[in-house]
Structures are given as structure tokens and as C-alpha cells.
């Protein structure tokens, strides 16, 4: 069983940055990736971010240049750096782990961690 934790969300204003962080627990066999998704009310859960442990990322365009991914193999812990925010990035930040997140392929879900941006 694996477990992820996430922290780092909040209130931030248009423009700012914040920084997200998911540490697993637990057996470490399925976590070939890890990555984000983010659901804003309304919405679907659509993927923000990923990485495999090799290092190889893959994000939404809709985040592309403004938004970092990054993991410690050591400490499986994954992270998310969101610099230059906008409001429509408000959304439940949703941490995951399992063969292929990129594409959908999520045996584990963290809780969600909100985060809000103000205009």
C-alpha cells in the first residue's frame, strides 16, 4: 500500500508562486511516476504535470513555462512549482503515483490539496 501526502497549497495572489509537495509511503513498486492533476469545480480532473523516475516530464499546455515538476528518487517526493499564477489555475491539486500518470495509468491518489489564486 502507498500513501501520498501532499502540502503546499493555499491562497496566493495573480502572479505568485507557490510550491507543492507529495511524499509516498509505503512500497515504492509502482512508482515508475508520479505527477499532478488538478480538478476546478465544474471540471474534470485533467493532468498538470508528470515525471518518471528516469526524469522525463510531460505537462499541460496550459501550464507549459510557468510550471516545474521535479522528484527525489531518494525520499519519493514529488514537486510542483507554480510560478506566475492566474486564477484559473484555482483548482484542487491532486498528487499521484503509478506506471504511466501521463497518460492516466493511477493506481494512487493523494488526498488533494487546494489551491486558490485571486485576481
Known amino acids: 500500500q502507498v500513501q501520498l501526502v501532499e502540502s503546499g497549497g493555499g491562497l496566493v495572489q495573480a502572479g505568485g508562486s507557490l510550491r507543492l509537495s507529495c511524499a509516498a509511503s509505503?512500497?515504492?513498486?509502482?512508482?515508475?511516476?508520479m505527477g499532478w492533476y488538478r480538478q476546478a469545480p465544474g471540471k474534470q480532473r485533467e493532468l498538470v504535470a508528470s515525471?518518471?523516475?528516469?526524469?522525463?516530464?510531460n505537462y499541460a499546455d496550459s501550464v507549459k513555462g510557468r510550471f516545474t515538476i521535479s522528484r527525489d528518487n531518494a525520499k519519493n517526493t514529488v514537486y510542483l512549482q507554480m510560478n506566475s499564477l492566474k486564477p484559473e489555475d484555482t483548482a484542487v491539486y491532486y498528487c499521484?503515483?503509478?506506471?504511466?500518470?501521463?497518460?492516466?495509468?493511477?493506481?494512487?491518489w493523494g488526498q488533494g490539496t487546494l489551491v486558490t489564486v485571486s485576481s
Open positions: 499521484a503515483a503509478g506506471p504511466n500518470v501521463a497518460i492516466g495509468t493511477v493506481h494512487y
Open positions: 509505503g512500497s515504492a513498486f509502482n512508482l515508475n511516476a
Open positions: 515525471i518518471r523516475r528516469g526524469g522525463s516530464t
